[in-house]
């Protein structure tokens, strides 16, 4: 299974694509676009600019993920085609907690995502997934002895 997983919850827009491998789970790629130079400019996070940084970051970051999981898995570097997309099972965003224009960033692109593939959509609360961040291991780390 090959999950796309999108999180916007505060100033930066990320995007991975994860395998299950065996008992565990292999990230094959994450991409993040950061908008620390430009809220910097501002003493700190600001809500509606971050949300518009995301609007312009959230694709060309998906692009580039699914990009970099085709040559992970023995391809080029080029976008993958329709008929690769198909390689991806679910695409999973976080839906909360987080500032919410960038939440809706994100969800309202996974959702749409999800719609035009017709894959499944997975949510995930952002401080759930910290706490099971834990137990992704490195490739090569003997998961039963973890």
Known sequence: MMILAIESTCDETGASVVKKVGKGVEVLTEVRASSAEITAKYG??????????????????????????????GGDLRPPSQEELRNVDAIAVTYGPGLLGSLLIGVETAK?????????????????AHVFANWILPVGRDTETQ
């Open 44 to 73: 700190g996070v600001v809500p509606e600019v971050v949300a518009r940084e995301q609007v312009i970051a959230m694709i060309p970051v998906i692009n580039e993920t699914l990009a970099a999981a085709r040559f992970h898995l």
């Open 112 to 128: 749409a995502l999800a719609l035009a593939w017709n894959k499944p959509l997975i949510k995930v609360n952002h401080l759930v």
